[in-house]
Structures are given as structure tokens and as C-alpha cells.
């Protein structure tokens, strides 16, 4: 009875809408009751409502193409100026989050977020007063709608938002310093696939539903990397968590053992007297810290596509490193101790703030029970390092005394 009420393929376009509209439902409301709610997963809930308004605008469009509403003049201009500036909000709309997505906070900024917008404003003003000027499409004189000089133009801007981020985000995964976010650029990159070149294909074949299929596959996958980031990365640091760094350890270990690739170095660290900034400066101020310990372990491990960076636990950070050559791995902790200074005075902590770091080498022929033992290897270096600390500063109180 709907089938004969709506058409064949009216009835199937619109059946293609309600399902993607549900599956957008299903992941708006998952989005929206997480108890994660940084900026870039609100934005993301909100390109999902986007995504929402345009398939159901995309709804009533398809009613009016097939003659199940009024195809006057009237309704033609209507549903397929609210299509194409639907079209053209959800193509901003999308773009804008995969620069948040990436961690590019300065889309945010009012002068970057206005200029960034002039293409898709000036394809809704082109768009709305199209029954003025007839430029983008119009309605002829045997009442069918026609496309207009400016028909390519608004479709060229429509797509060239999400195309000009993926280019970006490609390049910016080739820079070498941009390891660590490598695989965040690489999801971006691939982003516009489904919903640009499907979105394409239903521009020469306007009866199956293309687009709506590409954008609704393209948000579920970022969904699903949105799930992949709370199960892998640390939420304070963003640095792999405990289990990333099981995984990758596991990896690196067999590689070692079949393939002998290349020698395995662990490097635990541990913020020396945390506990005192904690009690002293408030746990804000020891989360902090912890942030700026990050930042700085991301730039110089950025120096190398062979280092791996996890949060352990509590003050305790790990550093794996793939070298035939054990100086890189003390190179790599002078470099620690230096920057983490620079960083300690540009944020202006009230504090000063050094690590203690221990290191061990995987050897496959006695580290057999995995990484628990090349962790104790280097948890005993690491002790040892905190204790020479310790002897030094007891040494310099006593010369202190004597000296008062």
C-alpha cells in the first residue's frame, strides 16, 4: 500500500533515508549520553543531527521528484533550495569537525571560523535567491526543473570542503614529526571517500540514494574511532594507555624473536617527587604537570618513527624504542631532561619538575615471560637512578649545614 502510495523508487529512496536516520539515532544518542564530553565528540553530535535534517529534507525532495507532492513551481524551488543549502551546511558542517577531529583547535577562533565559511555562505545566498537571478537551476517553461550556469559551482563548493581537509590531513601524515597523529590523519584522509564519491554518482543518477549510504558509513567509522581512542588512549595525557602499550609491546617482541628486526629497548620514567607537588600545589596542579610531562615526551619521541609513548599508570610514563645503537636511547633521555625544563618554565608551573628514567634491552632468549620481564630489567634502573637522586640531594643538605 506505501509502495503504491509513494512510487517504486520513491518508496526505496526514502526507505534508504529512515535507515540511515536510525543508525545516526543510534549513534547520536551514544554520543550524547557518554560521559566523555570534549569539545570534538560534541561537534561530532552535532554533525550527526546535521546528517539527520538533510536526509529528511532529502525525504520530502524525493516526494516532489516523483509527483507525490505538488511539483509547481513552488514546491520544485523549495525542497531543492532547502536540499542544496542542506547539501552545503552538512559539507561545513563535516569539514569543520575533521579539523577538530585532528586537534586543529584554531578552526574555533571567530576570524579563522568566519573565513573559513565565505564559500558555503555564498552558496546559500546563491542558492536561496536562485528563483531571482535562475543561475544555480530553475523552473522552465514546461514546469520541469532545469540547472543553470552556476549549477557546477555550487556542487564544486559542496564538495571541496571535506576534499581540501582530506588533501591536508595526507600531507600532514607524511611530515615526519607528525608520527604520533599519523593514524588520526590517515582516518581523516580517508573520510570523504564514501560520501564524496558517492555523493558524485548520485549527482548523474538522482534516484538511488548514494549520498546518504557514503556520509552514514563515513560517521560510523568515526564512531567506531571514536570508541577505538577511550579503549587505546589515556584521557588525560592522549597518550596510549596500559593495554596499547601491551599490544605493542606484544607486536615488537615477536618481531624481535622471528625476525630479529632490530634490538627492543624499554624506558620507564616517573615524575620525581610527585606525591610533594600533589600535596603541596593541589592534584589539578599534579594533573597538570603530567600534561606538560606528556607534551614534551611527544616532542622528542616526534624525532623518530621507531619510538612508542604510553602512560603506565599514576607519574609513570613508557618509552619504547626500536635501535641497534643503545646511545640513541640515552641521547633520548638527555633530550627528555632538557626539554622538560624549556616546558616546565614556558608554562609557568609553580614548580620545578625533573623524571627519573630507567631502561632496559629485550633479549628473546631470557625474557620469556613477555614484558613483565623487561619491565622489572628496567623498574630496577629506574630505582637505582631515583636513588642516586636521592643520595646527591642528602649530600648537598649536608654540605649546606656544615657550611650554616
Known sequence: MINSFVGDYAFYYIEANVFCIIILLILYIKVTQ??????????????LATAIVYYTIDMFWILVDSGNLPQTPVWLYLVNIAYYIGCSIMSYVVSYFMLLYEGNHKVEEHKIHFITSIPCLLNIILVATTPLHRLCFYVDGDGKLATGILYPFIILVAISYPIVVAIRAV????????????????????????????????????????????????????????????????PLTKLNNRNELYRYMTSKMNAVKTYGVSDLYLMIMDVDSFKIIND??????????????????????????????ARFGGDEFIVVVNSFNEQEIKDISNRIHNALQKDVAVEQLPFDMDVSIGYAKYDPNFDSAG?????????????????????EIDYSKKKLDKVG
Do not use: W
Open 171 to 234: 600531507y600532514m601524515a607524511a611530515l615526519r614529526e607528525n608520527y604520533i597523529k599519523r593514524n588520526i590523519y590517515r582516518a581523516i584522509g580517508f573520510f570523504p571517500v564514501f560520501p564524496v564519491g558517492l555523493g558524485l554518482m548520485q549527482v548523474f543518477h538522482q534516484k538511488i540514494p548514494f549520498l546518504c549510504f557514503g556520509l552514514t558509513i563515513a560517521l560510523l567509522l568515526t564512531y567506531i574511532e571514536f570508541t577505538d581512542d577511550l579503549i587505546s588512549l589515556d
Open 280 to 309: 603541596t600545589y593541589g592534584h589539578n596542579e599534579g594533573d597538570r604537570a603530567l600534561k606538560v610531562l606528556a607534551r614534551t615526551l611527544k616532542k622528542v619521541c616526534a624525532a623518530g618513527q621507531n619510538r612508542f609513548v
Open 371 to 391: 614484558i613483565g620481564d623487561i619491565l622489572e630489567k628496567a623498574d630496577v634502573v629506574l630505582y637505582e637512578e631515583k636513588k642516586r637522586k636521592h643520595q
Open 34 to 47: 557518554g560521559i566523555d564530553h570534549q569539545r570534538k565528540r560534541v561537534v561530532f553530535s552535532e554533525t
